[in-house]
């Protein structure tokens, strides 16, 4: 049997318009190409930014965005997420090689409806506009598995500063708000080198590298401040 390539309740005269987002031009194209071929849907823009899909969905006010995540300066998921909070009506979908649950997790918590492996084949990516353009939610079948079977969204916390001890997050409101070693060991009453060791510890179990990653990470899981 032939597989159903149209969008249900889309026709050529009102096309489902689509924005594609993707910093690589051979895969960009590639599903410009691709979706552009189907009944009831059009292509209205193909940027390779997060920067530029934000101002694309400004523009344009498409349907769906497919979104790469992993994107230059602005990465897809902080583009979903500055996207969703002023069109909350535009649907993205996830596109990406990665199925790990941290960031499947953020991607769905940033408001992304969909999540599709780029190993998947058109008729899934087309599966997953259908999904969210009725109004569901489509993830990958591997994906779907692990959340059946509890894995998503148990196995990890809420927010990576869950994984923080009390004194931890004291130490990193202070490094925030851009106190040095020696101005936070005055303030609790502590050496320099246990400062120094506690900051080491919230780098590491946030996966940061620097206090710039750390405000940007902060301000993405909107971390309360002191």
Do not use: W
């Not at 318009?17 to 292509?43: E, F, M, W, Y």
């Amino acid at each position: 049997m032939e597989k159903d390539t149209s969008v249900p309740g889309r026709s050529t005269a009102i096309p489902l318009r689509i924005v594609v987002v993707d910093d690589h031009s051979v895969v960009r194209d590639g599903l410009t190409v691709l979706l552009g071929q189907i009944d009831g849907i059009t292509i209205v823009g193909s940027v390779a930014s997060g920067e530029d899909a934000v101002l694309a969905a400004h523009r344009l006010r498409p349907d769906v965005i497919i979104m790469d995540l992993v994107l230059p300066a602005l990465s897809g998921i902080d583009a979903t997420r500055r996207i969703l909070s002023e069109l909350s009506e535009i649907r993205i979908i996830a596109l990406s090689g990665c199925h790990t649950s941290k960031q499947v997790c953020r991607a769905l918590r940033a408001g992304a409806r969909g999540y599709v492996l780029k190993t998947a084949s058109s008729y899934e990516l087309l599966s997953a506009i259908r999904a969210v353009t009725s109004g569901q939610q489509y993830v990958s079948p591997s994906i779907a598995v692990l959340m059946a079977d509890g894995v998503l969204g148990s196995s990890i916390p809420a927010s990576p500063f869950e994984t923080l001890s009390a004194r931890e997050h004291v130490v990193l409101q202070h490094i925030i708000g851009g106190a040095t070693s020696s101005d936070i060991a005055r303030h609790l009453s502590l050496s320099r080198k246990t400062v120094d060791t506690y900051r080491s510890r919230v780098m590491v179990k946030l996966g940061v590298a620097n206090r710039s990653e750390l405000i940007r990470l902060s301000l993405e899981y909107e971390l309360p401040t002191a």
